[in-house]
């Protein structure tokens, strides 16, 4: 199985923070990889598919990149609706696998 | 709008067989290929079963192969997960997702999820 590591399991930052969370598959996935957003008691909600696309209606201050077999989710200027844990997941390979999440914080 | 809402969950007695439905809506459900994922409670989420649009092609995570059953009745748009012999570290919110419409992989619709706790 292709196992993702997926860090910061905790991030604190502010309102107006840039925040970066990283996600490293244990083999190649090419950009067969989406990051989720989950919020307490809620269903996770797709944000970045590919790697890099921006899903329909999800803001621009999301944004997603590759450099081989790690991924980044970048969230350009923390606004408070943005408080929530975070998934990667990759469909390279079944079974498809997720990250273990990373929780960010109000510093 | 797409809806998919879950049913059948509830507490179960280890060893026993429930099954989960997910009413879908609002798409075309018989050209999506759809997939159940679970969320033990405070942890993270993890991938179990795929099933084709036509219900040709089912896979599974190691974990529930050969124990639960995916199956569809497109006539019904509804995705079922038929569990077997379920164990106390099986109880999570089981959550049924549809294939992304735009991506090769991933799920850009899910339902709330439906909670199972099996007791002992």
């Known amino acids: 199985d292709i196992e993702m590591t997926q860090f910061p399991s905790t991030l604190s930052a502010s309102v107006g923070d840039r925040v970066t969370i990283t996600c490293r598959a244990s083999?190649?996935?090419?950009?067969?990889l989406a990051w989720y957003q989950q919020k307490p008691g809620k269903a996770p909600v797709l944000l970045i598919y590919d790697a890099a696309s921006l899903q329909s209606g999800v803001p621009s201050r999301f944004s997603g990149s590759r450099s081989g077999t790690q991924f980044t989710l970048s969230i350009s200027s923390l606004q408070p609706d943005d408080f929530a844990t975070y998934y990667c997941?990759?469909?390279?390979?079944?079974?498809?696998?997720f990250g273990q999440g990373t929780k960010v914080e109000i510093k | 709008q797409v809806q998919l809402v879950e049913s059948g969950g509830g507490v179960v007695q280890t060893g026993t067989s429930p099954r989960l439905s997910c009413a879908a809506s609002?798409?075309?459900?018989?050209?999506?290929?759809m997939h159940w994922v679970r969320q033990a409670p405070g942890k993270g989420l993890e991938w179990l079963a795929l099933i084709s649009f036509d219900g040709s092609k089912k896979i599974y995570a190691d974990s529930v192969k050969d124990r639960f059953t995916i199956s569809r009745d497109n006539s019904k748009n509804t995705l079922y997960l038929e569990m077997n012999n379920v164990r106390p570290e099986e109880t999570a919110i089981y959550f049924c997702?549809?294939?992304?419409?735009?991506?090769?992989?991933?799920?850009?619709?899910w339902g709330q999820g439906t909670l199972v706790t099996v007791s002992s």
């Open positions: 997702a549809r294939d992304s419409v735009v991506a090769t992989g991933g799920f850009d619709y």
């Open positions: 609002g798409f075309t459900f018989s050209a999506y290929s």
């Open positions: 997941q990759q469909y390279s390979d079944y079974p498809w696998t």
């Open positions: 083999q190649t996935i090419s950009s067969w």
